[in-house]
């Protein structure tokens, strides 16, 4: 019987990582064949070719490496002998990465991304078993056209959905709105529902000048106007509650977009969407009229992945409004 042939590529991350007895604490160390001889009886199930992207943490990973990966993702996704790519990758910035890659590329090959929440120095490093689960969930038929997922602990979730909601637990990764997509049991993936309106933005290049502000009570306009004179391109506001912001940041945003600064409001929330629902002085159905863009359920790490995107392919206000609000707001 054919083995599926899955690449994995290795960026780095705690997955990688062991202790440093000179210094006391994790860094990356492990190389690609030392991770994969932890990953038992892998062979039984696929051919693993394996590919070294870097060996970072992953707040070493900025939008323009994102970028890199994502173009490495694209060759290797459209060879024949390819059926899926698995992508290791640190914790910390692994929900921006995948959610560039998901907004990038259309194709019905999985990709999934994978990482480790101890290092292999650890009692329970749980990177065999996720990266395991992940080359079990890259050969399923049934994790086709699904866009780029995330496996860990066991659980699969769309890239477009997932968030890390803690610094330490194992299931750190969650769907907090909508809930896992599937499950890894007994080496197979069962799949509980499927991904609505899933969007994709053909973007080839980014434009990394993007700032991201999160709301908080009293605020004013300063830190807003300073992005704005710093160069920024667009800055994305974690507004309250239903998408909201104190009075004094009006001054703020209307001197962003009149400087044709695009401002992308989303909430500080960590569930539900932003809505202009309020008419008050600040309210979100004043931002609109403004000129500010609304980001439905998105966190604002992810937004502003969006947005970097889109302005790579339009500055003018109205064409990122089209791109960015994807229609949910009509």
Known sequence: MTRPKIAIIFTGGTISMSIDPRIGAAIPSLSNEEIMSLVTNIDKFAEIETINFSKLPGPHIDPLLMMDLRNLVVDIIQREDIE????????????????????TINCTKPIVVVGAMRNSSELGYDGPSNLASAVCTAISPHAKNKGVLVVMNNEVNAASEVTKTNTLSLDTFKSLDFGALGIVDNDKVIFHRQIVDRQYIPATTI?????????????DSALLKFCVDSGSKGVVIEALGRGNVPPKMLEGIQYALEKNVAIFIVSRCPTGRVLDTYGYEG??????ILGAILGGDLPGQKARIKLMLALSISSDLETLRSLLENNQYQ
């Open 84 to 103: 899926g790519v698995v992508i290791t990758h640190g914790t910390d910035t692994l929900e921006e990465t995948a959610y560039l890659l998901d907004l």
């Open 207 to 219: 434009v990394p000048n993007v700032n991201l502000i999160k709301c908080v009570s009293g605020m």
């Open 283 to 288: 309210g979100g159905r004043q931002l609109r």
